[in-house]
């Protein structure tokens, strides 16, 4: 009987270390791998091993599939990741093509690939989804950090013209303003 409780509570501890990882989870987990292969790794681990529950999901399981793909040596397994990274991110942004963060996700992949690879069809497309989305974004709390992100790295690896980065920095200024 003891044996029994003991393999019971076992089981059920396993099981609470076992659950699903929410999205600030990943979200935090994929900013520590994009520096470090070992963490891109166990976040493709854990990706891979539950059920991706919605498209924002299924989209940073991509995206850590592209970190895969920028941490490999071979040029093999580069473009095999790029791929199999670019057909989640894909997928998600077709089922939600209006949210900015999916789309952000694949615009951060995309600059990231070299011209002579042909993988980054929609690099302009994101590019100006996302300029117009912050344009005509509200800033509020709750958005204030990620129009921010989105401002400076636009400004960075947009390719973004002089007017487009005029833009982009005075929304960045006002990200940068104390709300009331």
Known sequence: MRYLLFIFSFLFSANLF??????????????????????????????SNQKLQNNLMLAYYGATKGLLAKHASNPFNKLSYLDESLKHINNAVNKEPNNIEIRYIRFTIQSQIPEFVGKSKDFYTDKYFLINAVEKSKISKSNKNQIEEICEFLIEYGKCSPPEKNSLSSILKNCKTPLI
Do not use: C, F, P
Request: charged letters at 35%; aromatic letters at 6%; zero cysteines.
């Open 18 to 47: 076992a659950g699903e990882l929410t999205i600030d989870e990943v979200k935090k987990k994929y900013n520590q791998a994009i520096y470090n292969s070992n963490e891109a790794k166990e976040l493709d681990k854990l990706l």
